[in-house]
Every structure is written in C-alpha cells, then in structure tokens.
C-alpha cells in the first residue's frame, strides 16, 4: 500500500523558495568583484537544498568578504577581524540545528586568525568555511597580506613583499582531523558551485578556499590563469566532483584523484605552476566535536531549576520550601 | 433404546430390557435426535462437555420419526445461530438448537412466528427475560427429555418459539435411568410438521385461515404478527400438552411441581438445581423448623404462571423465593412474583449450599424480621465456569502405551492363523462392503479395530527428529534464533576433525554428551545452555571409570568443546510453549531493534512539548512576596523588592499561550503520553499481546480496533509535536489537515515505527464474522500479526469432511491480499520455524501465522513433535511461506521448497523389512494423509486391522490406490502398513470416508505445488521457447541456403545501388553486386567535394546574433546594470542576452568590454543607422571570435 514520506507532511503547503528570497540587499561589493560569483553560488545552493531562512546563519570577520552576511537574509554575525571562526563554533554548539556558514578573507583567516583557523580545524565541528582568497588586503585600500604573491608593492611593502606566500592549502591538509578540504575558483561559475555543494554534504569542517579576482587592485593577478586552461589542475572523481565534458575539454589537465588519499593531496598542493581545482581531501569518519560533546539527556526546565538551586543553597538558606536546606556554607 | 411398536404405555409397564443411563445433556441430544428435522449446536459453543457429547451422540445416528436422519447443523456464531433455526423452523421444518452459557441469545424480531425450541444448559440458573419466547425449566434427565417433546409440541401449536432451561451441575447429577425414546410415542404425540390440522384458536384462524399445517410454511409470506397475542395463549397449550403426554406416557406434569405445598405454613420456590437440593434436605429442615415447609417449582416461567402460583401461595404464612443473582431484581419471576405477592429473597450463587447456614437463615427468614435476604449461602466460592462437567463416556480408558520400534528389525506378519476359513470371493466382498459403508458386520472382523497399531513410516521418522530437539534459543541473535543443541555440537566436532583425522575420542565424547543433554532437558525449568553443558559434563565424568586415562581426555575434550560454544541461550525442548516463546523472543528482538533511537526522541519530544505549556509567561507574575522569599533573611531589608517585580512585569509583556495552543499542546501530549510505555518497555511485549479465547473473540478485535485508533492519534500528536516544537504549526494551514487524520495518512517512516499488535487466535474458537472482522484489518497496512494456533489439523465439523480446515482457507485468504505475510507451519524444524517467525515479525506489514501446534491433552500414542512432523509430512499441515517483502514477482514471494520431497505427492522413503520367507525387502513407502489419520485415535473406526489369512491380491497400497481412475479402482482395495507390539509389520484397510479426505488433501497440495513451484515452471517454459524459436531459425536457414550476414550484405547492396542511380540485376551471389558496385562508386568523390567546401563555408560564417556564455557568467552585476532589459539574469542568477532589441550596440559592446569574465558576443549590429557603427564594430572584433 502506497506511503508517502514524512516530508510531504512538513512541507504541507509552504512555497518553495527562490534565489530571490535569500538575498536581503544589493551587493556593494566593485564590479567584478569576485565575491559576487561567491555569493550568487551560495545563494543558489541554498535555493537547491531549500535551507529556510531561519536555520542558515552566515559568520564574518572583517574585510571585503566579510560584507557577505549583509547580503544573506539568513541570520548573520559580522564580527571582530579574525574571530569568525569562534563564534562560528560557538553558535553550532549551542544551535546544533543550524546550518553554519563562515566567510573570511585570507588576512581575517590566515593572519590574524590563523590560531582559531588551526583549532577549528582540529575541532571539525560541521560548518563551512570559505576563504575568499583575493591575495591582498582589500577593504583597507591594498596592504600585502600572507598569501600576496612575493614582490608585491603594496602601502605596507613599498619595495616588494619578500617572503614567498602561505600555502593555506597545504597549512590546511597539515592539521589533524582535516576532514574537507578543497580549492575552488570564482571565474568558472559551475565547479564553484559544486565545490561549495560537497562541502555543505560533507559531515565536519568543510574548508573552501575560493581564489577571488580584485578587479579595483589586483584586475591582472589571476589572468595567466583565466586565459591559459593548463595552469589549472582539474581534480575530478567519482567521490569528489565529477567534472563534466564540456569542462575536460577545456581544461586538459585533469586528474582523477581520489579524495581519501591524503598524500597524494598533500602532493597535489605542494606542486609549484599549477593550481588544483577539486576536492583535494575529503574524509567522513573523523568525528566532529558537536556530536562528541552533544548533551545526551535533554533538560526540562523543571530540572535545571532544581539543579541550580542546588547549587545556590551552599550559598543560601532557602526558607520558602518546607524543608529547611541545612547547606555548609551557609554565612 | 425401545423397540418400535409398542402402541400403549402406561406407567405399570414393564421394560424387559437394561435402561440405559443418562445425564441431562445426552438426554436432550438423544431425544432431539430422535425427533426433529434439524438439529445443531454452535461452532463457537464454549463448554468442552457439550461439544463433546454431541460429536458422540450425533455419530451414532439413532432412528428417527421421519425414517431419515435429521440434518445436522453446527452455526457459527451466536445470533446466527438463532436465525439460521428461525429461519428453519418457518420454511416447515421441526428445528431445536442446543447451546450453553450466560449468554442467552434471546429478543430479536426473526424469531416471532418461529416455532422451534431452543435448549439451553445454565448452571448458573441466571434466567433471562424471554417476552417472544416461552421457557420451561427441567431439572432431571427425564425432564428434559420430555420437556423436550412438549416444548415442541407447545411450539407447533402456538406458533411462539420455545426456550428449555437446563440447570443441571453435572459434577453433582447422577445419570438416570430414563423412560423414554419410544419411536411410535413420539410420532403420535408430535406428529409430522406436514399434517393438517385446524387452527387451534381464533387468533391463527385470522392469520392462518381454518385450517393450517402443523409446522408452516410462511418462508414466501411476509406476516406481522402480535407475538403479544400469541404469547398469551401458550398457557392453553401447555395445558393441553400435559395432559395429552401424561396420556399417552403416564408421566405427568404440572405447571408447578409441588412438594408438600398444601399442609406448609411458608413455601419456598425454586428452580433447577436449587430445587433438587432443597427436595433432598426437605425433610431435615422441616425437622429442624417450627413451620411446615413446602417447596414449588415453577415449570413454566415465561410466561409466568401468576394464578397457578397465587392459588398455592393463599393462605400461606411465608414466601421464599430462591434467586441464583446476586441482585435478584434481574431475575425475570421476581417482577412477576412481586404483583403477586410479598415474599423474601435468598441469592444463592454458585456452588454448595451450606445445610447449617441456609437453615440459620431459613429461621430469620419465616421470622420475618428481614424483607431481604443478600448473602452468600454456599460453602466453596467455585468459580462459576460456563463449562458443564460432562464426563466422556471413555474417560476411563488409560493412555496407550507408545511402541517402540527404534532399531529393530520389522517382521512381516506370518501366514499361520488358525482361525474359520472364508472363501476368497467372500472375504473379498466383506471387505469392500466395509471399505464403501465403514460398517462390518463380520463379527470376526469386529474386533479388529482400535488395536495398538502404529504408521510403519514412523519408525524412521524419529531419528530425524532427536536432530531437531532440544534447541538453544539465544536471545538478541537475530541470525540464530534457534539452533538445535546437535547441530550445534555436530558443528563443533567437524571443526576440531578437520584439522586433526582419527580423533574418535573427541566424537565420542562428544555424542555422548549430546545424548546426556538430551536427557537432562526437562520441561518444568528452563535452564541456559553453559548450566546444562557443565551438569552433562559433571555426570559424564563421574559415571567414567577412572583408571584409563580416557577420563582426563574426556574431560579435556569437553572443555575445548564447550569454549567452542559460540552462543549461549535457553535450552527448550518441545512443548505446546515453545512457539510462543519464539514469537515473544522474535518480538522483543524487532521492536527494540526498531526503536532504538526514537525512545530517546520521544521522551524529548514530550519534554519540550511540556518546556511550551511551561512557558506560560503571564503566569508566572512574581510577586513581591515570591522574592522575597528566596533571599536569606539576613539580606531582605537591603533589596527593593517592589521594583524587582514591576521590572519582571514590564520587561515580560504577558505572552500568554493562545488558548487553541494550550489546548492542542495539552491534547497531543496526552495522546503522546498513550503509546508512550510501548516504546519504553522493550522488554515487555505482552503491551502487545492481545489474546482472543472462548467467548471474548468478538471483544478483542474491538481492543484492537481501539488500539489502531491509539496509534493513529500517537503519530497525529507525533507530527503535530515536531511542527510545534518549530513553532511552525500554522492553523489556517495545518488544522484542516489533522483535523482529518486517519489511519491513511501515516507516512512510511511512521509505519516502521508502529508498535506491532499480537493477535492470538486459537482455531477453535473463531467464527466467521470475527474472520471478516479480521481479514478487514489485514487490509490495512499496519503491522499486526496474527498468531493462529491450530490443535487439530482437521476441522472438527468432521461431518463435512471434505472441506479443509478454515484456518487453510484464512491463509489462502491471507495470500490473495497481496501484503499480508502468510506463514504456516508445524514446529517440527525449529530453526526453520524461528527463521519464518523472524521475517514475519520484520516485515512492516500486517502477518499471518498459521501454527501447528499440535492436540491440546494429546490422548493418542505418538507424542508432540512426531506428530508435527507426520502433519508436514502428510502434506496434513504444509509448510508455506508467503513473503511480499521479498520480490514483487509473485513467483519468488511464494515459498513451499521447506517442505520434504516438495516435489512429489507423497514424502517417500524407503522402508526395509524382513518378510515372512526371512527375506530382506524393502519397498518405497510414502507417508499420505491416510497414514496420518491412522495415528489419530479418533479415526480408530476407520481403519480395520487385516489379518494375514484374509489378505487378498486386489489389494493395494494406499498411494497406488489414489492414482487410479475410477474405472481402475472399481474393485481395488487400498491398505497402509502399520506396525504391530511385536514389531509386526501388520496390513490395515481405512474406509472410503477416509480416502476422500486424502484425495481431498491431495488436492489443496496439489495447487500449493503449482503455485510454489510457479517460478520454476515459468523459466521451464521459457527456456522451451526459446529452444523452439532456435529450432525455427535453424530451419530457416537451412532451407534459404544463406547465413544472415550474407542477406544483409545484399540489402544493403541493393539499396546502396538504388540510391546511386544504377540498375539492380538480381542476383544469387556478392559479387556481380560488388562489380556493380565499382561502376557507380565515381559520384561518391563528388559528394566529398561539397563536403568540405561546405565545411569551409562554416568556418567562414561569422556570428551575427549577439550571445553570453552563460554557464561561465559569475554574476558580478556590471551588464545588467548597463541595461537590464537587454542583459537578465536567469534562474541561477547567470546573465543572459534577454532581448537583443532592448539596446543599442554600443551598449552590447560596452558590456562585452567591461565583462571580467569576457563572454559576451556583441555579434553583427541589428540597427544599421546606429551612429559610429564601424569604430563600434572594429571594438566589438575581438570579442566575436
């Protein structure tokens, strides 16, 4: 006899939403600004997995990314530059039901942040994290940033950044418990897509990095890399993202690696010339740390008064109830 | 019994020949046989006695008035059951219904104009009131056989139906000798119902005009009838019967029977049991009494005799009236009595009456110091049980010794029998006479029933079955429930072999063991396997000698052996429990397997929903008072405890929870709360069991049906919970919705988790309206399973013989639903039986179990399980197993491949003996259903011994015998073998009675066959097709000479030529065609020209409507913001050329510029007068490549 599922019952009646419906209001970001291509992929993820408005919650630090919750009409937190990522564990401890989101910009993760990105990382608590990799600070109008490319002038370096650039990739896949990693690009719309797709499937921390175009400083750092398809690397498999013909076509450099193999993902990263493209790592077994510290027994109100005025008693005597609470401390 | 004609009786004379004895039941059974058409009990009659006295009595079919026997009848259910005899009685026939119990099926508008008699036994003495129906009361045998013929005389002449109350407690009734059974007395005082007579009073003469015949025939005629009109001239007409019946017989009765009435001062009216005490102890308590007492019995107490009772009550000093209700205002003379005059009450309830205690009473009563007698005056508080205690005539007889003929050779008998000699041609005859009509009249033969003889097959069967038993049921094993003790051990001995050959000891040991653990098994406690392994080993070891060191490798083996043991568990041997232990254990297994995680939802489901009631702010004002009382003492003066709680009252503004809110939140908890223990008790699973038995069957399927509407308000209240708990409940939406919640709107994840309801029926007691009642909750698709538990194989209408049990038509029934699991069984094989139990209890769906478990008090020779296994065997009780869950072609779903041989008729085996020259033979014996009734002692007058002298060549074995045609078999005889005490391997004719019921079995496992080996058949079938169309195309092509690769060649050929221009010559061979081929194959360079001019052509095309590689757009807003009419996102929020009319060129081209992504294509402009068209055009080149 037919059934129909549980979901059918929930859903009785309510509109499915549209792209429109998450975003809150216009983008202010520079046109060509390659946060917009971020944005407009996560807007669609969104739509494809009809997340309601009040269980999404986007957590920012401070930059030219960290615009990004102003734009979500989900709940949002814009907070202190590099401490995106605390807050962000913090909401999913307490709101284990929410979907958690966390943009950053490569200064807000790998410089000021980068001891909350380590630990979050070991943490593994199920969120999303998004670097958006633009390689300089933007907002503050150009300042070089860990991942600039050496030689950089900047305000700060007017004679040429000198050290070589962070590899956040290969930083990433050092930590324990990495559980997601994966490299994407703004200017090829439908693999970010994808990407950001398997990260919110993934159970753990799912960490993006998105190397972003700055059209206003940096309009020419990445066009070697637009205009010449073999200076990518397309990673494509079956248990990461499958990449589709038009895309092998065009990108000839393609390789099937399998997300689970570790080294050869830490392999993948260190190479010089050639930027991976995929999901460079991918494991579901670790355990995330909300589920290891998740509350077993659920508290009614009733208890936790009791529990707290146990606890207030050794301070206090209680006179109200009938019995008389002798406590030891009681002065 | 009398001999017919005898035309006067009077009370002098005297009956040469023994009376025979009897109780009230065979009494009334004896003479309803005797005298009416129709006769019949209910199939669902609860007493044991009653059952079994009719199946007795009606099989020896005394003579009857009619000179052909009555019909008899055994209705299901009891209002039915009155129909069916109304319905009887006025198409003409003389009908009588007998019935026990307090539940008198009385009042119903079918029975007025009926005149046929009930009889009904009532220990309890509870009457009821009867307003249609006149009742009489017998108390004695002799009472109730002739109540019996005036009942129906009385019935026939008023028209009303008549109701005989029986209020005999058989423990305490002798069997009378009774005066009765008269043939030609019966006849005359009833006559038939087709006579004519004239209509008795004025009433009928109106209705039924002057003349009338005896018993109606208004089947066609539709008549209203006052039954008021007729009812009050029944008093005439029992009247007339008295005095009619004390002519003819010399017995007579009156409306009140009195003793001792005319010189008492107080009169005690009682009936039925109470009577014939107090007629005992009459004259004790007069001795003890300073009044007279007298005693009367109302013989007629509906409709009541007021004026007979008032002229024996004038004058007297007291009236007792003896009630069997506790509240005597129930019973139906109390009313009556009470216009008539005032009189004192004693209840008496079940049980003996205390002499000392009533006689106490008795004084205080004629005192008159009390109006109202309430107390219980019997001794014993018996319970009062609907069952009659009838003792079967052949209780007496002890239980057969079993035979024992393991290991034994098996002799034929030997041919040298004294005895009379009888020609062949005779001998032959008698045989078959009996063989047709089941009766002998040989007296010779006479004796050969009923003796100790056994199947010969079932010498074999028992080694099979020690492999089978005792078994270890291991709890939480989903894969091995139930594992037979041998096998396990059998497994551990081919385990330690392999690796190491010649190790005897260890087998040794081991069997041994096997046989100790065999012997200590004991069904009074159930003891775990590792307990009973060690007291084996402990007994074997001591009973060891101890000087070879055989002990100490004993010992040592075992040990390795017993760390072997894989799992442990309960040690059951088999009883009527053991499968209801498994279904308990295969119960608990699922369910807690199934609710492992929702418990711990639910409960926080109930919590948060009681968080929400909790969070009822406006109540929660706090007050100045309650602040302070929660501060020391020491501190109060410090705090300001006003302003604390204006700041609480401002800050909360009072939400108060919307009253519908309130309500709903309070409603689905409690629904939640409802089912909530079946979730928690995973160790229970009698919350579960709902068990349907004698009388309750009807009350169970409506607790069930309760049940079901429980479950569907739990999943509404589980639903509506989650929705509130997200405060997503919106009752505009939602409250149309729930409001129609029915069992249809459980989702599937909701059915998984759906308690199961356990049903457990036994055969006996169903009739079929709870069938219907039943098969409509099948229909649904929730999970209840249904545990019919069959004692007997064979219905016990047995006068039907033909039809099969219902139990086997339930599963059938079962089947064609399409989703019911079926699974049928006898428990011969445990393991097997736990695994069909196990899928049934999985399955999420609604289940059958058809269960063998065999006879109830098993009074034949053959214990338990033998007789589980002669059911399978026999293809009595088959083993089926329908499972829908497993494919959903039919074919794979229905499984019959457990049963032995499933493919023959028969289970064969080969069957050694010694014969009577001392050869050894041996012969392919095959155990039918026939040999299956053989083992049942209630089957003992169908199977007639054979001694070897009478032996005839026409004879045959059974299973030969039943594949012969009619024509083959006219002057065959089938026999079975059975063997004898003295290991006799003996010859045994069954009747034809029996024979047809075999053919009859036959045949239901004949469409099993079918039906179970469908899918075999189908891929027979297949692969016959298949073989027929390769015969076909191998035909084929020998005959056209060419293989197919050539036809193809040529048609293609052909076709090629056609198209080229050339000229088709037909031809028998390739290569003229080829030659062919080459003449035209000169255009084809042609053709490839033009290709490639075209293909150059292409190249050369440039693009002229403008476009966007959409897919690579990354939506950074700057060409919708130059024009958003022309530029537009689509659903993915991915630029598109919307309307290329929208804008000028130059605003294409400038956003094909300012594109950081570069995938706009300006293309060719449309509007040739645009200004500054060729510096627009140079600019746009780049991007059109």
């Known amino acids: 006899m037919y059934r129909y599922s549980e979901d059918v019952l929930i859903d009785l009646e309510r509109k499915p939403y549209s792209m429109e419906d998450y975003q809150s209001a216009e983008p202010r970001w520079c046109p060509g600004c390659g946060d917009n291509s971020i944005l407009t992929a996560v807007q669609r993820l969104c739509r494809d997995e009809q997340i309601p408005l009040e269980k999404a919650v986007f957590v920012s630090g401070i930059g030219c990314s960290s615009r990004f919750p102003h734009y979500m009409k989900t709940y949002g937190f814009h907070s202190l530059h590099g401490r995106a990522l605390p807050i962000a564990q913090g909401i999913k401890i307490r709101r284990p039901d929410l979907h958690v989101f966390v943009n950053m910009g490569d200064g807000d993760c790998c410089s000021i942040g980068t001891a909350h990105w380590i630990h979050a990382i070991r943490y593994n608590m199920n969120m999303v994290a998004i670097v958006h990799d633009n390689e300089i600070y933007g907002l503050t109008k150009m300042q070089v940033s860990p991942t600039s490319p050496q030689g950089l002038k900047t305000s700060t370096t007017p004679y040429g950044s000198y050290l070589k650039p962070l590899n956040i990739l290969s930083t990433t896949l050092g930590v324990t418990n990495a559980s997601f990693v994966a490299n994407g690009v703004e200017w090829i719309p439908d693999l970010l897509y994808k990407t950001i797709r398997e990260a919110f499937h993934h159970k753990g921390f799912s960490f993006i990095r998105i190397m972003q175009r700055c059209p206003h400083y940096l309009p020419t750092l990445f066009d070697p890399m637009i205009t010449d398809p073999n200076k990518i690397l397309l990673l494509s498999h079956e248990k990461g993202i499958q990449a589709d013909d038009v895309l092998k076509r065009i990108y000839k450099n393609v390789e099937e690696h399998d997300p689970s193999n570790l080294n050869r993902a830490r392999e993948i990263v260190s190479m010089e010339g050639k930027i991976p493209v995929g999901v460079l790592y991918r494991n579901e077994e670790i355990p995330t740390y909300d589920d290891l510290r998740k509350n077993t027994q659920f508290f009614s109100p009733e208890m936790r008064e009791k529990a707290l005025n146990k606890e207030f008693d050794k301070f206090a005597i209680n006179t109200v109830d009938s019995e008389v609470v002798d406590s030891e401390d009681s002065r | ?1185």
């Not at chain 2, 049934?840 to 053959?862: D, H, R, T």
């Not at chain 2, 490639?1092 to 950074?1116: G, H, M, R, W």
Request: proline share 5%; charged share 25%; with cysteine.
């Open chain 2, 1 to 1185: 019994m009398k001999t017919a004609g005898k035309k006067e009786a009077s009370k002098t004379k005297k009956r040469k020949t023994e009376k025979p004895t009897f109780d009230s039941l065979t009494a009334v059974i004896e003479t309803e046989l005797r005298c009416s058409e129709a006769v019949g009990i209910r199939k669902n009659e609860p007493s044991n006695s009653l059952r079994q006295a009719w199946q007795q009595t009606s099989k020896q079919n005394p003579p009857n008035i009619y000179n052909a026997p009555p019909t008899i009848f055994k209705t299901l259910g009891n209002f039915s059951a009155i129909d069916q005899f109304a319905g009887l009685a006025k198409s003409g026939l003389r009908a009588s219904l007998i019935g026990s119990g307090d539940q008198i099926p009385v009042g119903y508008n079918t029975l007025s104009i009926a005149p046929f008699v009930m009889h009904w036994f009532l220990p309890s003495g509870k009457f009821v009131p009867t307003p249609n129906m006149f009742q009489l009361v017998a108390r004695t045998a002799q009472q109730a056989a002739d109540f019996s013929l005036i009942a129906h005389y009385m019935a026939e002449r008023s028209l009303c139906p008549g109701l005989v109350i029986h209020t005999q407690n058989f423990e305490n009734t002798q069997n009378e000798k009774l005066e009765v059974f008269d043939l030609e007395e019966m006849r005359t005082f009833l006559g038939l119902p087709d006579d004519e007579i004239e209509s008795p009073s004025e009433i009928q003469r109106k209705y039924f005009g002057g003349k009338r015949k005896r018993i109606p025939d208004y089947s066609k005629l539709s008549l209203s009838v006052e039954t008021d009109e007729l009812m009050k001239e029944v008093p005439s007409f029992l009247k007339e019967a008295l005095e009619k019946f004390a002519a003819l017989t010399g017995r007579s009765y009156d409306f009140i029977e009195q003793v001792k009435t005319n010189a008492a001062d107080v009169v005690i009216i009682a009936t039925g049991r109470n009577f014939n005490w107090l007629a005992e102890n009459l004259a004790k308590l007069n001795k003890g009494s300073n009044s007279k007492i007298g005693l009367a019995h109302p013989v007629i107490i509906s409709p009541f005799p007021g004026d007979h009772i008032s002229k024996i009550l004038k004058g007297k000093k007291r009236v007792i009236f003896i009630s069997s209700y506790s509240s005597p205002e129930y019973d139906p003379p109390f009313s009556k009595l009470a216009e008539l005059t005032k009189f004192v009450t004693f209840s008496v309830s079940a049980g003996q009456i205390d002499f000392k205690k009533f006689q106490d009473n008795l004084e205080t009563a004629i005192d008159g110091s009390s109006q109202k007698f309430e107390f219980d005056i019997s001794v014993q508080k018996e319970k009062l049980s609907s069952e009659l205690a009838h003792k079967p005539k052949d209780e007496a007889e002890p239980k057969k010794k079993p035979i024992e003929t393991k290991g034994q050779v098996i002799k034929e008998e030997s041919p040298d029998e004294a005895g009379t000699e009888i020609s062949s041609g005779d001998n032959f005859r008698q045989l078959l006479s009996y063989f047709i009509t089941g009766k002998v009249t040989d007296l010779d033969l006479q004796k050969n029933f009923g003796l100790n003889l056994r199947p010969a097959y079932l010498s074999k069967s028992e080694n099979v079955l020690n492999r089978n038993f005792p078994v270890c049921l291991s709890r939480n094993n989903s894969e091995h429930l139930v594992k037979p003790v041998s096998k396990m051990i059998d497994e551990i001995i081919i385990e330690e072999t392999k690796s190491d050959e010649g190790n005897d000891s260890f087998k040794n040991n081991l069997s041994l063991l096997k046989l100790k653990l065999e012997s200590l098994v004991n069904g009074k406690k159930v003891e775990k396997l590792s307990e009973l392994w060690d007291r084996a080993t402990e007994s074997i070891l001591s009973e060891m000698k101890t000087d070879n060191g055989s002990k100490e490798e004993a010992q040592k083996n075992l040990q390795k052996a017993r760390a072997k043991l894989g799992i442990d568990g309960e040690v059951l041997s088999y009883d009527p429990s053991f499968p209801l232990r498994v279904i308990d254990e295969s119960v608990r297994m699922v369910w807690a397997e199934k609710t492992v995680y929702f418990s711990d939802l639910l409960e926080l489901l109930i919590t948060q929903l009681m968080g929400i009631l909790g969070v009822d702010l406006s109540a929660k004002s706090e007050s100045e008072e309650n602040f302070g009382s929660s501060v020391a003492s020491a501190f109060k003066d410090e705090m300001d405890f006003e302003s604390f709680s204006n700041i609480v009252d401002e800050s909360f503004e009072s939400q108060p929870l919307p009253k519908a809110k309130q309500l709903r939140v309070q409603n689905i908890l409690k629904d939640l709360r409802e089912l909530h223990p079946l979730y928690s008790a995973v160790g229970k699973s009698n919350l579960f069991e709902f068990h349907c038995d004698a009388t309750s069957c009807a009350t169970t399927i409506g607790q069930i049906q309760a049940r079901i509407r429980k479950t569907t308000k739990f999943f509404r209240a589980f639903h509506i919970a989650k929705l509130e708990i997200e405060n997503k409940y919106k009752e505009e939406k939602h409250d149309r919705f729930f409001n129609e919640y029915s069992t249809n709107h459980l989702t599937a994840e909701d059915l998984e988790i759906t308690p199961p309801i356990l049903l457990y029926v036994n055969s006996q007691f169903m009739d079929e309206t709870q069938l219907a009642a039943i098969s409509e909750i099948l229909t649904t698709d929730l999970p209840i399973k249904i545990i019919l538990l069959n004692n007997d194989v064979i219905d016990q209408s047995d006068l039907l013989p033909d039809q099969p049990t219902w139990s086997t038509k339930f599963a059938n029934m079962a089947i064609a639903l399409n989703n019911v699991y079926v699974f049928q069984s006898a428990v011969a094989d445990g393991e097997q039986f736990a695994g069909g139990i196990l899928n049934g209890m999985k399955y999420n769906g609604p289940a059958l179990f058809n269960i063998y478990a065999g006879p109830e008090g098993n009074s034949s020779s053959v214990p338990f399980d033998l007789l589980s296994l002669m059911a399978v065997e026999s293809r009595a009780f088959p083993t089926l197993v329908y499972n829908p869950a497993k494919s959903s072609d039919w074919g794979l779903r229905f499984n019959i491949h457990d049963n032995p041989q499933f493919e023959n008729d028969w289970t064969l085996e080969k069957f050694t003996y010694e014969d009577s020259n001392g050869n050894e033979t041996s012969v392919d014996l095959a155990f039918t259903f026939v040999d299956f009734l053989a083992a049942d002692p209630r089957f003992t007058d169908h199977f007639l011994y054979l001694p070897r002298k009478r032996w005839h060549e026409n004879m045959v074995l059974v299973q030969d015998y039943l594949k012969l045609n009619p024509k083959d078999s006219k002057y065959k005889l089938p026999y079975i073998l059975m063997t004898g005490e003295n290991c006799t391997l003996c010859r045994v004719i069954p009747s034809s009675f029996v024979v047809r019921m075999a053919l009859s079995w036959l045949d239901i496992w004949r469409s099993l066959q079918e039906a179970g080996l469908y899918k075999e058949e189908r891929t027979r079938l297949e692969e016959e097709r298949r073989k027929g169309i390769e015969e076909v195309e191998q035909k084929y092509q020998k005959e056209s000479g060419k293989s197919e690769n050539d036809l193809k060649k040529e048609i293609i050929t052909n076709l090629l030529t056609r198209l080229l221009g050339g000229d088709i010559k037909p031809s028998t061979d390739g290569t003229a065609l080829s030659a062919q081929l080459e003449t035209i194959s000169a255009p084809t360079l042609e053709v490839q020209k033009a290709g490639e001019e075209v293909a150059e052509k292409e190249e050369a095309v440039e693009i002229v409507e403008p476009y966007i590689d959409t897919l690579l757009c990354t939506s950074c807003n700057d060409c919708t913001n130059i024009n958003s009419r022309m530029f537009a996102y689509n659903e993915n929020k991915q630029a598109y050329i919307k309307d290329a009319k929208a804008g000028t060129f130059k605003e294409l081209v400038k956003a094909a510029e300012k594109c950081p992504a570069r995938i706009i294509h300006p293309g060719k402009p449309k509007n040739p007068s645009e200004p500054g068209l060729d510096k627009l055009i140079k600019r746009a080149e780049p991007f059109n490549k």
